[in-house]
Nanobody
């Protein structure tokens, strides 16, 4: 069993930056692929970024490529999402998720554990 707790969301102006973190419980964090998803009101949850178990491989959604960076610290059981040049359309609840797989998946049903989410609001 793994528990995920996100933090770091908030309100930021367009063009600003924000970093959200996800702390995982358990001693097997390094065996999980980690992903960030987001869900805006009235929309489906969508993939934002994913990271391999060692952190050596990433998959970034086209909508945020060049602006968002995903990283992890396996010693701290934490995964991060650095968000730069934020846009109002980035406003959503951001969720981290863990998948006990080898590949970085973009589908929500491939992830085993989810955090409760953290709100990110970008004002224009």
């Amino acid at each position: 069993q793994m528990q995920l707790v996100e933090s770091g969301g908030g309100l930021v102006q367009a063009g600003g930056s924000l970093i959200v973190s996800c702390a995982a419980s358990g001693r097997t964090f390094s065996t999980y692929v980690m992903g960030w998803f987001r869900q805006a009101p009235g929309k489906e949850r969508e993939f934002v970024a994913g990271l391999s178990r060692t952190g050596g491989t990433t998959n970034i959604a086209d909508s945020v490529k060049g602006r968002f960076t995903i990283s992890r610290d396996n010693a701290k059981n934490t995964v991060y999402l650095q968000m730069n040049n934020l846009k109002p359309e980035d406003t959503a609840v951001y969720y981290c998720a863990a998948a006990q797989t080898v590949l970085i998946h973009t589908r929500t049903d491939r992830y085993d554990y989810w955090g409760q989410g953290t709100q990110v609001t970008v004002s224009s």
